[in-house]
């Protein structure tokens, strides 16, 4: 009997023994799944934060390419306003350096009164400057007119220069000319 009673006690404790490794199983289990699931929650997290510094470098970018344009703008005519003093030519041709710097980024067409609030030049100014621009660089900036007199500029990058040297036509540019200094 006492044989027997040693035997229960031996299958008891051996019975505890098995569930007390299943608990301590389960609870590093649960441990484990805790600790993976904060892993997950702050690799979301780091995610969004991650996207949202994307979208703001996006904006900064966009911001600073804005500002180095109005920079640029502004350094041109604070640089003539100083040579205006000095020498009327050397502002009128830093005011068109400016401007085809300023074309040559932002490739577009512009009107005369867009450039007059672009450089903040009155318009008999940014016509001379029009022109000025067109002399320094024929290759690249190209002026037009539209309805009722009204001048366009525009600045034509390599590329497209090779495919409008086949449709272009002479004439268009010389009236503009003609135009332009009939305004001045």
């Known amino acids: 009997m006492f044989e027997e009673l040693l035997d229960l006690y031996k299958i008891k404790i051996a019975e505890i023994?098995?569930?007390?490794?299943?608990?301590?199983?389960?609870?590093?289990?649960?441990v484990a799944i805790e600790k993976m699931s904060g892993e997950l929650t702050s690799k979301h997290t780091e995610m969004?934060?991650?996207?949202?510094?994307?979208?703001?470098?996006?904006?900064?970018s966009k911001d600073v390419a804005?500002?180095?344009?109005?920079?640029?703008a502004r350094q041109g005519r604070a640089s003539s306003t100083h040579d205006q003093i000095g020498n009327e030519g050397k502002a009128l041709d830093n005011h068109?350096?400016?401007l085809i710097d300023i074309m040559a980024e932002r490739p577009s067409r512009y009107t005369t009164s867009e450039l007059?609030?672009?450089?903040?030049?009155?318009?008999?100014?940014?016509?001379?400057?029009?022109?000025?621009?067109?002399?320094?660089?024929?290759?690249h900036v190209k002026m037009s007119q539209g309805k009722r007199r009204k001048l366009y500029l525009s600045y034509v990058p390599d590329e497209e220069i090779k495919i409008g040297e086949t449709n272009q036509n002479p004439n268009d540019t010389d009236r503009a000319k003609l135009e332009l200094m009939a305004m001045t």
């Open 17 to 30: 023994d098995n569930e007390r490794k299943e608990a301590q199983a389960m609870v590093t289990l649960i």
């Open 48 to 60: 969004d934060l991650i996207g949202k510094l994307i979208d703001q470098v996006d904006r900064l």
């Open 66 to 72: 804005d500002l180095k344009s109005q920079f640029r």
């Open 96 to 98: 068109a350096r400016g």
């Open 116 to 139: 007059v609030d672009m450089l903040g030049l009155n318009k008999t100014t940014v016509i001379s400057v029009m022109k000025r621009a067109l002399e320094l660089d024929p290759k």
